[in-house]
């Protein structure tokens, strides 16, 4: 096999991976870096950020309300530690992300504009007009091109970690143009993988999507932490999933049910008025809403249609000119993929899964428990979200957290030399048979597909807004058979050139593992927080016995292994979360 | 389901068995809603694992699934069953791009034109993050914001006729953002970019057909950022042979 040796690998070029490798190229000049990605980095998902990013700008403004908002709209499962890191640093990012190019939108005045977002106090989201993530993984990449010691991989699926004399030495990934495997070894380890969306039925990720960073690390012993808390956004489209940006709410747009009723005000976000207003009905956080709007369909109060039930996004009254200036691509999406122009018609919408705040563990350095290797962006589980991510604070993060793990992974890098390469040989060897024999099984009769649908839909039965303990329990059992059947799935394709079906089945084990370690550890939190919400008796948030982080350790044999960890609190202690109209009696 | 039929023929090409691509004809049902990229993931994931395409954000904003359909290039995940029923499709990979296999074509040329023309701000000075972000009005924003949209899904270069005599003109998505940053208020490399554009490899190649504006899903307007930097690349040269290097101040206006 070929090796490849470096000083520091780092999977994954979306935002998160570019701005660690950037980090490094500029600080770390002597130091070799392998950016390796399975897509060309501006396809990663991040291109697909519509609404913005969020750092303190206006004089009104104050780091402690993005603190504040932060916290509470993570249900206080928030590590305040980091949080507080990420606020303080959230406005430099943006800065630097403005000095390499990023088209922000502007106020007449010249300075960058910014924009209200769910949960958040003070508008303090910056935008792109609504292809913000578009734009800034454009500029990252393209900055990216000025530094020759970033080497890239493009179109290299990197299936596993090396982990040898208890650290993490490198990582083998396979040429997709060749199919051939390639050994990495590396001083340190920075996975940069994305979200896991695709592990659910209805979402807005894209086919990327699916957590293989989350699985490898996991399957190396590396705990992932509150993989219970999946976000659903409130507004997708029907059909696709494609996502409707709660900027549009942000923009003013509002969300009524099939008698064109207002309905936010019935859960705690109310009252309507005035309006628009932060933190209060559809500026509310995304847990609220999309539960909201699961209540309302009980309630029949939603509109049936053949992609199953929706609620309106209206937006008309925006008018044409400020749709046009603030929300172009949403009216393309509108028009294009539900055939309805938001101009003159409100959109059809329901929500999807979105978002994981749970990933690989890491805290403010995005160091893991795992001695070489680093974990940052949506993969990542830093504590920065806690049981709900507010909208605006993930691209955010990935610019803050990118930075520090580059500049970890460096430190580190600089001071180990690579131990034991015979044995870091054998090891990619041992990979390599693994996915040989995945390639060539001779016996089987499971198509991948059939396994992925399976699995899409029992996570989201039982593992959607509102959740039992038979529910979950039955998607655990589920779970289990279906990575039994993944042992005799057999692939159509044994070829070596662009085997996209083999990256499919590669993806689908480690979705498995990734779905598994979600369903377990929703099954043993027995207690509603954030967006993990259950109907069965543990209706409350319990802080008494789940204010913790809840670790998922892998189990080649079975079940995931479920553990808990504190979380940090520093300034604010927990407290009822309110929003609408108890939260500004609250602020007097 | 319905079960009315719509039939698609691909270009498949597998170059560890076939030595040159073949049609493949795949019956599917017809469903109002699906986009070609649909289509194709039915196809793969109950009819043949074997067929390989590139795609993700199923959104029109990743770039990865250009392809001819019916001899036009297009996103396939914005393209759709309906636009050409009652009939059938053809679906081949992007025109003037070598086939890796099936519907994937080799990029690499691409990628190394993009990294020519140096698609970054050039400031005259770094400024310091604690000065904060650099002014620009809406207006200076508008003057490059368009050219900033490009996807790099390559469906221009499909279209480009010149393109197809001549891989190695640098092309509409590459020249179109070198002066996207050109006209960029912030930036001063422009005179390094026209350097690059100004050669029988950049601009000149081109012979304003047109038609990679009429495929850019984003419509970024190729076309008119090659003639924009075609009359700047005959003014530098001008200033080049009048003036001697170094008696203009450098910045862009
Ligand atoms: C539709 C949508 C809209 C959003 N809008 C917003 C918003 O407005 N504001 C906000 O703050 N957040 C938003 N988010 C969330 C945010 O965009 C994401 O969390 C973030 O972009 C993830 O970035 P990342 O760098 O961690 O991963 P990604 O951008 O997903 O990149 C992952 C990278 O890892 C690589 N990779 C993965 N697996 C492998 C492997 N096995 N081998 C090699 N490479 C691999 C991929 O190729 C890719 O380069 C949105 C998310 C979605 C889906
Ligand atoms: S799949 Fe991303 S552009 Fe079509």
Known sequence: ?588 | MPDEQFEIDILRYRPETENEPVMQTYTIPYVRDWSVLDALNHIKDNLDGTLSYRWSCKMAVCGSCGMMVNGEPKLSCNTFLRDYHPGKITVEPLAHFPIERDLIINMDSFMEKLEKIKPYLIPTEEKPLADGEHLQSPDELMKYKQYSMCINCLLCYSACPEFGLEPDFLGPAALSLALRYNLDSRDNGQDQRTRIANTDKGVWPCMFVGSCSEVCPKHVNPASAIQQTKITSTIEWYKNVLMPRGSEAGGND
């Not at chain 1, 070029?13 to 500029?26: K, M, P």
């Not at chain 1, 749709?323 to 309805?340: S, T, W």
């Not at chain 1, 893991?368 to 709900?388: F, I, M, Q």
């Open chain 1, 1 to 588: 096999m070929e090796v490849i040796t470096t000083d520091i690998v780092i999977i994954g070029a979306g935002g998160a991976g570019l701005r660690a490798a950037i980090t490094v190229a500029e600080q770390y000049p002597d130091l070799k870096i392998a950016l390796i990605s399975k897509v060309y980095p501006m396809r990663s998902h991040t291109v697909a950020a519509e609404g913005g990013a969020a750092a303190v700008t206006q004089d009104h403004d104050t780091l402690e309300n993005h603190f504040h908002d932060t916290v509470s709209g993570g249900d206080w499962l928030c590590d305040q530690d980091t949080v507080q890191y990420f606020v303080e640093h959230a406005r430099e990012e943006l800065v630097q992300l403005e000095h390499w190019g990023c088209p922000w939108s502007r106020k007449s005045d010249g300075h960058v504009d910014v924009r209200a977002f769910g949960g958040m106090k003070i508008e303090r989201t910056w935008f792109a007009a609504d292809k913000s993530g578009f734009h800034i993984l454009h500029t990252l990449f393209q900055t990216s091109l000025k530094y020759g010691s970033i080497n890239r991989f493009d179109e290299y699926f990197t299936t596993d970690l090396i982990v040898e004399d208890g650290r993490c030495q490198g990582v083998v990934a396979i040429e997709i143009a060749t199919g051939s495997m390639r050994l990495f070894v590396a001083k340190a380890v920075i996975l940069a993988t994305g979200g896991a969306g695709r592990v659910f039925r209805a979402n807005t990720n894209g086919a990327i999507v699916t957590g293989d960073g989350m699985g490898m690390a996991y399957r190396a012993g590396v705990p992932l932490q509150d993989m219970e808390f999946v976000q659903y956004h409130p507004t997708c489209l029907a059909a696709t999933g494609i996502l409707m940006t709660e900027a549009c709410r942000g923009e003013g747009g509002i969300l009524v049910n099939k008698d064109g009723y207002r309905f936010l005000q019935d859960y705690g976000l109310g009252p309507v008025d005035p309006w628009p207003r932060n933190k209060a009905m559809e500026l509310g956080p995304r847990d609220r809403l999309s539960q909201a709007i699961w209540h309302e369909q009980q309630k029949g109060r939603t509109i049936k249609t053949e992609n199953g039930d929706v609620v309106n996004l209206d937006l008309r009254h925006l008018g044409a000119k400020k749709l046009q200036e603030r929300l172009p691509f949403i009216c393309e999406l509108a028009k294009d993929f539900a055939g309805v122009d938001p101009v003159t018609t409100p959109i059809p919408v329901k929500p999807a899964v979105h978002y994981t705040m749970g990933g690989v563990k890491t805290d403010l350095t995005a160091t893991t428990p795992l001695p070489g290797l680093y974990a940052v962006g949506e993969c990542a589980s830093n504590g920065l979200h806690g049981a709900n991510r507010l909208g605006s604070n993930s691209l955010t993060e990935l610019v803050v957290f990118g930075k520090q793990a580059g500049i970890y992974a460096s430190e580190y890098a600089k001071n180990v030399a690579v131990t034991n390469q015979s044995a870091i040989e054998a090891q990619a060897e041992k990979y390599r048979q693994r996915i040989d024999s995945l390639l060539n099984r001779a016996e089987g009769n499971e198509r991948i597909s059939t396994i992925r649908k399976e699995m899409a839909l029992t996570m989201e039965e039982g593992i959607g807004i509102y959740r039992t303990g038979d529910s979950m329990q039955a998607t655990c059992n589920k779970l289990s058979e279906l990575r039994e059947r993944m042992k005799s799935a057999k692939l159509d394709d044994t070829s070596s050139v662009y085997n996209t079906e083999l990256f499919l089945a590669i993806e689908l084990e480690a979705m498995l593992e990734t779905a598994a370690s979600m369903a377990h550890s929703a099954l043993n939190r027995k207690e509603s927080r954030g967006s993990h919400q259950r109907l069965d008796g543990y209706e409350n948030r319990d802080d008494v016995n789940y204010l913790k982080h809840s670790l998922a350790y892998y189990n080649a044999d079975g079940d995931p292994k479920i553990e808990y960890a504190d979380v940090c609190i520093t300034t604010s202690q927990p407290a009822e979360r309110v929003y609408g109209g108890a939260a500004d009696d609250r602020g007097k």
